[in-house]
């Protein structure tokens, strides 16, 4: 027994060593020095402030913003500080009940609208902080925005198209539109 | 499936097999023992450390000695994670000031990262100090995944070796796996994801100014911190409203890289790989997809390589490719196809160019419906367990193909060296069945399989399925199982099955609404980890030895050949039967029923 628990001993701590503080910590010397800017959440700072993140979606419900996935973190929408999704099955009534209330809040906002609502406008997002939406839900809050800034709809919808992040190298992931970006972009429109 | 999902599938396939060819050779290199290159440098130091480890480099174990040294390790492991969760709050590297973590949670945890299957009960974000995450975690990430590559290299060993006792040394196999292959690979891995968007700092957490205030309700607290209940019994929610946003951080690209390498798939934060912080773009996803199936894939091409017949690894790899790309058809026509319920309410769920359509609920717009339903299928085929959806969420049938995926025993690429030992398991299963059909002896690769290796065999292949029906029976029997339950009907059911069936089979995803984080589902999944892991393990470590010690029979024309789409066939079809006979009974009451209430509309 002795002769196997000193090579386990000794094993276990160098090589916990070598790859819990070592492996981790030069990892992090290396992503600091070459991606500062990623390794440190990709934040978008205004006036010295940090205002967020670029990766993390933030809650939109004024009606001169676009808005971004239904989320359902705790206690608070966007929560950061702890992710996760509804973990709603298909076919629980309390799920189809949570998309007919985002449709009903969603039509009510939207009066002219007649489009059918895009999917991803009222379901709850797996992290509850994706910080964008696909185009169609864009496109569906185009009226409402462009008449609350009293804004061109052709100027607006242009705007929304320079925003349009598409798939890596035409394949990979879906066409999208980041929300905070958008909407920092639309507060910068003189 | 649509042009772009199969174009996908292609692409990754081609990708894989390009990365895991070289690297086949290097491990086959490096667990024979050799140090190419600039490993030649460090070998002296190699050399050193088992010299302070009192291990002799060439001196190789019997089966019986290599279990015993693994389990020692394994154990001391475990020890190792329950120990920093436990006295994380007065160790540094932790500027939340995370408080221990309870006892039955820590013992959970501690075996599920040790077992190489990573169930969370917890939600990273909120639990773990930067030091429980990097010395518990990230180590357990490498050390559980150098444990099964070590065990596969043995059990390959017994199958090239013959007429000897010998299947290798635990701690030369472990060291050499971890520190050439698993570590310079994670440190690629890690830049990679950092520049695509992932975090790694040691900084407290930040706190956003965000653009609009967030209006939402809290229950209302008394001076304990519990919440007051009104007159109707319902807690009393306040008002409430906030313009800051918790911005987590961590060394989280470190600890992704090799949680994809390594099969193991626990998240940093409670959405694991759909966190943007841990999975920003789907560039990194498709990186992720390539991490989890590398090393599986790569052994297969070093099973061929050290038994003299690279055919041999390309049957084996065959058959997994065959079972992996039908999963991904069906579970991508599954989600694509949607929920009828939200159709009938007049939500768009069509694909177009606009958008990925399908049922979005738990997953991510970058992702969409294609790459989260090739996530999906790689990581339960694989035994990794990382999620980029809440699996929970998904259809009926989205949810079947994981469960049954996993109810295979791991096989389809499977965990790092798991995956293959499990399915070379099935492989002599595959010729003893043969072996019957035709009345001749079974033999694989010139070894005669005999009495006690289907002894071994049926206790590896029958134990993750007692563990799974067994426990999720007695888990909807009782109250404290039922508790945990957080959707009502067949999918509840569905949610304890794919506790269990992910716990046994070293997974680690969860149909997630289940509440897990309770002493009887702690101490119960616990069980199944611990078992799923082990039971396997020392039967095939028993089958090592036993092969290593045969002579090799000479190849004649009673042998079945191991290496043409005959034996890819009967492999296939072993794996499924036995998978099928399992667990049909239980996937009816679960997935299949509210597949045909939901088809039906109830």
């Not at chain 1, 298909?90 to 999917?119: E, G, Y």
């Not at chain 2, 019986?64 to 160790?91: D, E, H, I, W």
Request: proline fraction near 5%.
């Amino acid at each position: 027994m002795l002769k196997t628990l000193r090579p386990a001993l000794l094993l276990f701590a160098i090589l916990s060593l070598l790859t819990g503080l070592a492996y981790p910590l030069l990892t992090t010397a290396l992503a600091q020095a070459l991606f500062p800017q990623q390794a440190n959440g990709s934040l978008i700072e205004k006036d010295g402030q940090i205002i967020g993140s670029r990766l993390i979606g933030q809650q939109f419900s004024g009606d001169k913003y676009f808005w971004g996935r239904p989320s359902a973190t705790s206690p608070m929408a966007y929560n950061a500080g702890s992710s996760g999704g509804s973990n709603l099955g298909p076919t629980n009534k309390a799920q189809l009940d949570a998309v007919k209330a985002n449709l009903d809040h969603l039509r009510q906002a939207h009066p002219t609208q007649t489009a059918i609502v895009p999917v991803d406008l009222v379901t709850a997002s797996a992290s509850g902080l994706d910080p964008e939406i696909s185009l169609a839900a864009a496109y569906y809050q185009l009226e409402r925005v462009a008449h609350a800034r009293g804004m061109p709809l052709a100027r607006l919808h242009q705007l929304v198209d320079d925003h349009i992040i598409g798939e890596t190298f035409g394949l990979l992931g879906e066409p999208r539109v980041n929300v905070l970006e958008l909407n920092l972009a639309l507060d910068a429109v003189k | 499936m649509s042009t772009p999902a199969i174009l996908q599938l292609g692409l990754f396939l081609l990708v894989l097999l390009a990365l895991a060819w070289p690297l086949s050779s290097w491990i086959t290199r490096i667990m024979q023992g050799e140090n190419p290159g600039p490993l030649r440098l460090l070998a002296p130091l190699e050399k050193l450390l088992y010299r302070l480890a009192g291990i002799r480099q060439d001196e190789e174990m019997g089966w019986k000695s290599y279990a015993v040294s693994l389990l020692v390790f394994n154990l001391l492991g475990v020890l190792a994670v329950y120990g920093l969760q436990r006295l994380q709050g007065a160790l540094p590297f932790n500027p939340q000031a995370m408080a221990a973590v309870a006892p039955d949670s820590s013992f959970n945890t501690a075996i599920s990262f040790v077992t190489n299957t990573n169930w969370q009960g917890y939600g990273g974000e909120t639990t773990m100090s930067y030091l429980t995450q990097m010395l518990g975690l990230t180590v357990q990430n490498f050390l559980s995944a150098a444990t099964g590559a070590a065990v596969v290299i043995a059990l390959i060993r017994g199958f090239a070796r013959h007429s000897s006792a010998r299947i290798g040394n635990f701690w030369v196999d472990v060291t050499r796996f971890t520190a050439y292959i698993l570590l310079p690979l994670s440190l690629v891995f890690a830049l990679a994801l950092t520049q695509q968007g992932v975090i790694q700092n040691l900084l407290p957490y930040q706190t956003a100014h965000t653009v609009e205030v967030t209006h939402f309700q809290q229950p209302k607290l008394d001076a304990k911190g519990n919440p007051v209940n009104g007159k109707d019994g319902k807690p009393v929610m306040l008002d409430s409203q906030t313009q800051q946003q918790t911005l987590p951080m961590g060394p989280v690209a470190s600890q992704e890289a090799i949680k994809m390498l390594g099969t193991n798939g626990g998240g940093f934060f409670n959405a694991n790989s759909a966190h943007p912080f841990e999975n920003p773009t789907p560039l990194s996803n498709f990186l992720q997809d390539l991490a989890i199936f590398l090393i599986p894939a790569a052994l297969c091409f070093v099973f061929g390589r050290m038994v003299g017949d690279r055919r041999q690894g390309w049957a084996i790899l065959a058959a997994m490719l065959v079972m992996f790309a039908t999963a991904v058809v069906v579970e991508t026509s599954a989600e694509q196809a949607g929920v009828p319920q939200l159709s009938a309410m007049g939500v768009d769920q069509q694909a177009s160019s606009l958008q990925s359509g399908g049922n979005m609920e738990g997953k991510e717009s970058r992702f969409g419906i294609i790459d989260t339903a090739l996530f999906t299928v790689v990581t339960t085929s694989a035994s990794c367990g990382a999620v980029t959806a809440m699996h929970d969420s998904l259809t009926p049938i989205g949810g079947l193909v994981p469960t049954f995926l996993m109810q295979l025993g791991e096989v389809v690429f499977g965990g790092v060296g798991s995956g293959l030992y499990g399915m070379l398991v099935f492989a002599i299963l595959a010729v003893f069945i043969a072996g019957l059909m035709v009345g001749r002896t079974p033999e694989y690769l010139g070894k005669k399989i005999e009495t006690y290796e289907m002894k071994m065999t049926a206790i590896t292949i029958l134990v993750t399925p007692i563990l799974v029906l067994v426990l999720t029976a007695i888990a909807v029997s009782v109250d404290a199982g039922k508790a945990g339950i957080a959707n009502p009907g067949a999918h509840g059911f569905s949610e304890i099955l794919y506790a269990f069936t992910s716990a046994a089979n070293n997974n680690g995803s969860a149909f997630a609404g289940l509440s897990a984080n309770t002493p009887f589902y702690n101490i119960m999944t616990g069980i199944a980890m611990f078992f799923g892991r082990f039971l396997m393990i020392v039967p095939i470590l028993a089958i090592a030895g036993s092969l290593s010690a045969k002579k090799r029979l000479a190849v004649n024309s009673g042998t079945l050949p191991t290496h043409g789409p005959l034996f890819v066939v009967l492999l296939i079809g072993t794996v499924l039967l036995v998978g099928a006979l399992n667990y049909v009974p239980a996937l009816a009451l679960g997935p299949v029923v509210e597949q045909l209430q939901m088809v039906s509309g109830h």
